[in-house]
């Protein structure tokens, strides 16, 4: 590899930089000049290494080999997200799978089946659950070097046979299990045909608690977390409080639009503040200091529903996702899980092993995630905020004491010349770049898009030399950056 110098290097990273964007900076229509003031004496919540996580629907375990150690082109994608992530197993079909020990295949579904994200809009097939699913489950995430939360069926299952896979799954995946949860959106349980319309909280309770007291007597200190509901704070607020001894975490999902078939659900809408989801966080960070537990959003994703394609599936889900995961952090949130599976319009990851894995645009945020690490984030202001309304920062102090700040540029119609107080001689500067905010497959990461076999490196990393102690970046609309100060 041929060596240049750092002032060199400097010059033919901005001008590849500004060669690429050209068409992307023609569109914007105006230019807002903010300053950006990184504190790191004033320390906010701990990003902790296995905050990342996915979650797939529990009828992809139909298929036994799909979570398997042999699924190395789904293993490495996942790899590539963090060493330490979270794979959540649960989703609407959870309540259709059911506990069949004796069983070494599965006649309900086809030996490569591949399930996507649940739509709701049916009772789901029922799908029989394996030994050897669990098996090569553990093994999945064992080589994965993640942990596991798994779901168990009490919507259509028995107390008995929801103890006894607890007992099965407990025996395989222990080191690996971080909790059980015991059912997939309780709140939701009446529209969905699986309770009568008087199904509330007080039965939902006395309902959990008799599952919970069934797998603690087969199974004693086995990890429980709760309650999973879709939405419904009025849910887990008198949850936490009743069984805040009974669990590790509380759980929550959240999706920001839906449903698909409304027009009003756009990219526009996607990207904007959602006030249900500021509440959502208020009820948990009040449960969490109340209760001391930590919250996790369990499931989460663009557009409930399976997704909305031209939306779920473009750059601009990238964008809202790595975004959502600092805000999550930011509010104290524990850890995430993008749901997802299959073809799915949301997925972050497409793909069967047959026909080999790709990497969707979301993925290219929670990658973004991933390059920027765990750490503490620090306190941030942005002057004046008003000229670019969708403009979103958040810094922290890396585990190895480096600072690092992300900044997304979620306004469509300006660009931004943001000026950050830097401690250091440059900034090292990684984009996330699509050339359309509705692009579905043109997204890079400093430069470069994610391989088949989930490999990746930056092609281009500009270096912004600090000038009187401020770094200038120039960030186009629809785009993002990591900056890491080095002296």
């Not at 168990?152 to 008995?160: A, D, R």
Request: net charge negative; glycine share 10%.
């Amino acid at each position: 590899m041929m060596t240049i110098d750092r002032r060199t290097f400097i010059r033919l990273s901005t001008a590849a930089y500004a060669a690429l964007h050209v068409p992307l900076a023609s569109a914007d229509r105006q230019t807002a000049s903010l300053r950006l003031t990184l504190r790191p004496d004033r320390l906010g919540n701990k990003i902790g290494a296995d905050f990342t996580g996915l979650s797939y629907e529990s009828a992809q375990l139909g298929n036994p080999n799909f979570f398997s150690g042999d699924n190395a082109g789904l293993i490495a994608f996942v790899k590539r997200l963090g060493n330490s992530g979270v794979l959540r197993i649960g989703g609407n079909t959870s309540e259709y799978c059911y506990w069949r020990p004796s069983a070494e295949g599965n006649a309900s579904t086809a030996a490569n089946q591949i399930v996507g994200p649940d739509a709701g809009h049916k009772v789901p097939p029922a799908v029989n659950i394996t030994p050897q699913a669990i098996r090569n489950l553990h093994d999945f995430v064992d080589a994965a070097g993640w942990k596991l939360i798994y779901g168990l069926n009490m919507g259509t299952g028995s107390v008995e046979d929801a103890a006894a896979e607890a007992a099965y799954v407990m025996d395989v995946a222990g080191p690996k299990l971080i909790a059980f949860q015991l059912c997939n959106e309780p709140d939701l349980f009446y529209g969905n045909g699986i309770r009568q319309s008087d199904y509330e909280f007080p039965q939902f309770s006395a309902e959990w608690q008799r599952f919970y007291e069934a797998i603690r007597a087969r199974v004693p200190n086995v990890p429980f977390a709760g309650p999973d509901t879709a939405f419904n704070t009025s849910w887990l607020v008198p949850f936490a409080q009743k069984f805040k001894n009974e669990v590790k975490f509380l759980s929550q999902h959240y999706y920001a639009e839906g449903p698909p078939t409304d027009p009003s659900m756009t990219i526009e809408r996607l990207l904007r503040p959602n006030p249900r989801l500021q509440e959502e966080f208020d009820g948990m960070k009040k449960m969490a200091q109340e209760t001391g537990l930590p919250f996790r959003l369990a499931e989460t994703n663009s557009c409930y529903s399976a997704g909305k394609p031209g939306v779920s599936d473009t750059f601009a889900s990238a964008l809202w996702g790595a975004d959502l995961m600092y805000q999550l952090a930011s509010q104290g949130g524990a850890g995430i899980n993008f749901h997802g599976g299959g073809y799915g319009w949301y997925t972050p990851i497409a793909g069967a092993p047959e026909h080999g894995f790709l990497a969707r645009p979301l993925y290219y945020g929670m990658l973004l995630f991933a390059e920027a690490g765990a750490g503490q984030l620090i306190e941030v202001q942005l002057d004046p905020p008003d000229d670019a309304p969708l403009l979103t920062a958040y810094a922290l102090r890396s585990d190895g004491g480096s600072i690092k700040a992300v900044i997304f540029n979620k306004n469509l119609d300006r660009r931004v010349q943001l000026g950050v107080n830097a401690q250091a001689e440059y900034a090292s500067v990684l984009r996330l770049h699509a050339p359309r905010i509705d692009d579905t497959t043109d997204v890079t990461l400093g430069g470069a898009p994610v391989g088949a076999n989930g490999s990746w490196s930056a092609a281009l990393i500009e270096k912004l030399p600090a000038q009187n102690g401020v770094v200038t970046l120039e960030l186009p609309s629809a785009s993002a950056a990591l900056l890491a100060f080095e002296s």
